[in-house]
């Protein structure tokens, strides 16, 4: 029996030591959630992938996959000039899609730095540009009231200590332990963690307080990257003591360890219901493009149109996350007509509609979503948004809402939608706690329509 007592005792402690040991950040869930409440509740946020790739204009990852050298690579350096960049007009943009919140590339997989840091020469400030931009778009973000987030690569195709891996532009041809270790045999990881942690500890004290840290990403794989290549643990502890405010995403490989993220991410993808680990739903985003790079290309087709986009902003509402939506803006600095006009038409749709989307989540349970619908729900205000993804004819019958509502309109011009009474003829078939809306028949002049129910 003791010995029982002993064993459980002496496996508590273990558990505990070890539970200790992954730990990151002390908070409670309360604490956790207050700190997210400002980004839950913005919903949308607008992501710059902006570098010297801007020139090649044929994809951010152009470095690996052409295998260019970094001496091949330069003559995008020696010219890098956005003679026609102005992040006020950027930040303007932003805002009147509807986006509360902008995070840009400080430095992408090719290692060029659009911040002016102490650490390296391979910066804005060397360029014919010669101001560090990171500053200059801060400044304009803010000034229009963004929260402000920095995106920086683990990934270093540049540094000459970072070691080559599977994703890097010299990557061997034959995949073998001997040919990498070869190929590293001077370089050393040490160096560019110390070098990635000087960077991040600059970015996190230069320019003020900072909302949001993207840091990507891992590859927990053979020849790949991990936690201990980035230091994650005491990279992110860092993190949380220069900015104890900040929101950081999930790519350190640090998903085990408490406090090892914020929020957990799809790239590209749309989740099929809210996204649980544990079986607790978590905080997520989705970060998508408006065509299939991130960073700029010219002879790009495969945009997405306008429907598309209100329908991952509204599913992804529905489901409790944020989209993140990306511009990739050209080498002299302007949003190119195409990302523009995708912007202005969300925009156009926010304007009158976002009463949807600020504050909103995932409808309770109890609310049925009619065929073709996507629901909504603001907790605060008690209002519940039935978003017609598929115009009905006249009548939209909503199954056990009876005791459960004041008053309905459509959300864009708060005109009334009438309840039609029961009367047997050319309606649908009811049942008791059923209601039907009688709307017009011809769909409102808004892409996707929204009704507001005011609920008891
Ligand atoms: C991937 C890509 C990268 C892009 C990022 C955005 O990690 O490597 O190019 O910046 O996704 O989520």
């Not at 910066?123 to 778009?137: A, H, L, Q, R, S």
């Not at 500890?201 to 936690?227: A, T």
């Not at 009619?370 to 907790?379: G, K």
Request: charged share 30%; glycine share 6%.
């Amino acid at each position: 029996m003791k010995r029982t007592v002993f064993i459980f005792l002496l496996s508590l402690i273990m558990t505990q030591n070890t539970f200790s040991q992954k730990k990151i950040w002390d908070e409670s869930e309360t604490g956790k959630e207050e700190r997210l409440e400002w980004w839950t509740d913005a919903r949308f946020g607008m992501f710059i992938h902006w570098g010297l790739y801007a020139q090649a204009a044929r994809h951010e990852w152009v470095k690996s996959t052409e295998h260019l050298t970094n001496e091949e690579y330069d003559k995008y350096f020696e010219i890098f000039n956005p003679d026609l960049f102005n992040p006020y007009e950027w930040a303007k943009k932003a805002k009147a899609a509807g986006m509360k919140y902008a995070v840009i590339t400080s430095k992408h997989h090719e290692g060029f730095c659009m911040f002016d840091s102490e650490y390296t020469d391979y910066k804005v400030t060397n360029t014919p540009y010669g101001k560090d931009i990171i500053k200059e778009w801060v400044d304009a973000f803010r000034a229009e009231g963004l929260r402000i987030g920095f995106y920086y690569s683990l990934l270093d195709w540049h540094h000459p200590d970072y070691t080559i891996d599977v994703s890097h532009p010299q990557t061997p041809e034959k995949q073998t332990k001997e040919e990498y270790a070869k190929l590293n045999k001077n370089r050393d990881m040490a160096v560019y963690r110390e070098y990635l942690k000087n960077q991040v500890r600059e970015i996190l004290s230069n320019y003020g307080k900072i909302d949001i840290l993207w840091l990507d990403y891992s590859f927990p794989m053979e020849f790949g990257k991990d936690r201990d290549d980035w230091g994650s643990v005491e990279l992110l502890k860092m993190v949380r003591e220069l900015q104890p405010g900040i929101i950081v995403n999930d790519r350190l490989d640090l998903k085990e360890y408490e406090g090892g993220w914020d929020f957990t991410g799809a790239e590209q993808y749309k989740v099929q219901k809210w996204p649980e680990i544990d079986g607790k739903k978590v905080p997520w985003e989705t970060c998508q493009t408006l065509a299939d790079s991130w960073g700029y290309y010219r002879d790009e087709y495969t945009w997405k149109d306008n429907r598309q986009l209100l329908g991952l902003l509204i599913e992804s509402v529905s489901k409790g996350g944020n989209v993140l939506l990306n511009v990739g803006p050209t080498a002299r600095g302007y949003i190119d007509y195409r990302a523009n006009s995708a912007l202005d038409k969300v925009g156009e749709w926010m304007k009158y509609n976002s009463r949807s989307i600020y504050g909103c989540t995932e409808a309770p349970e109890d609310f049925d979503a009619p065929a073709n619908t996507v629901l909504t729900y603001n907790p605060e205000t008690k209002r519940l948004y039935i978003h017609l993804i598929d115009y009905p004819t006249r009548h939209l019958v909503l199954h056990g809402y009876k005791d459960k509502l004041k008053y309905v309109q459509f959300l864009h011009d708060a005109s009334e939608i009438s309840i039609l009474e029961p009367s047997g003829h050319f309606q649908p078939k009811t049942e008791q706690n059923d209601i039907t809306l009688l709307l017009p028949v011809v769909k409102p002049n808004v892409e996707i329509p929204v009704i507001e129910v005011f609920l008891k």
